[in-house]
T-cell receptor, first 122, second 111 residues
């Protein structure tokens, strides 16, 4: 498809197990974001990839969380030794950079979101 | 951490009325965007306003930006029951390309 694809759409796991969540961004999009959303809450920034630059990992809540983006395309978010508080919807989004400003710098434009992966840790 | 904060947290109106949601942010931005979310899944982009713009329109949507007050508002005119959703503002910071979201406004439009 032409949109952002996330898998699995739902994942139920036991406390202490590791989980991997996958995101297939729109082809050609250089930027990829992961967010976490707990029930009824806003989006919590986790990590941001832009092209070949080092990712911004400043939002990862603990060292149990890691993410990689292979070949500038597919991304995997890994949560090790899951805890009940990790239960949430994990959203992935991709985007292109917008037109450069007068200083030649391009900024993030519209984000295209996947439908999310709902993680439940029992 | 979250950058924007929406106000109010929840809004309930009758069909046909206008809905206004506000967003405040803390640091300098390059642009501000509004998104809509149904049923707690993927978000859909509504409108983007750049830091050098003051107002933008798209159909029944009107967005304003006041960089001196670090605030933005989203106006939905002639609301419909189908507008019922959560609305989020998101900011692209001036010094990087992170996009941070607020906590959202839950809008309910009663038929």
């Amino acid at each position: 498809g032409a949109g952002v694809s996330q898998s699995p759409s739902n994942k139920v796991t036991e406390k202490g197990k590791d989980v991997e969540l996958r995101c297939d961004p729109i082809s050609g999009h250089t930027a990829l974001y992961w967010y976490r959303q707990s029930l009824g809450q806003g989006l919590e920034f986790l990590i941001y990839f832009q092209g070949n630059s080092a990712p911004d990992k400043s939002g990862l809540p603990s060292d149990r969380f890691s993410a990689e983006r292979t070949g500038g395309s597919v991304s995997t978010l890994t949560i090790q030794r899951t805890q009940q508080e990790d239960s949430a919807v994990y959203l992935c989004a991709s985007s292109l950079l917008g037109e450069p400003n007068l200083r030649g710098r391009a900024y993030t434009g519209e984000l295209f979101f996947g439908e999310g992966s709902r993680l439940t840790v029992l | 951490s979250q950058q924007g904060e929406e106000d109010p947290q929840a809004l309930s109106i009758q069909e046909g009325e206008n809905a206004t949601m506000n967003c405040s942010y803390k640091t300098s931005i390059n642009n501000l965007q509004w998104y809509r979310q149904n049923s707690g899944r993927g978000l859909v982009h509504l409108i983007l306003i750049r830091s050098n713009e003051r107002e933008k329109h798209s159909g029944r949507l009107r967005v304003t930006l006041d960089t001196s007050k670090k605030s933005s508002s989203l106006l939905i005119t002639a609301s419909r029951a189908a507008d019922t959703a959560s609305y989020f503002c998101a900011t692209v910071l001036y010094n990087n390309n992170d996009m941070r979201f607020g906590a959202g406004t839950r809008l309910t439009v009663k038929p």
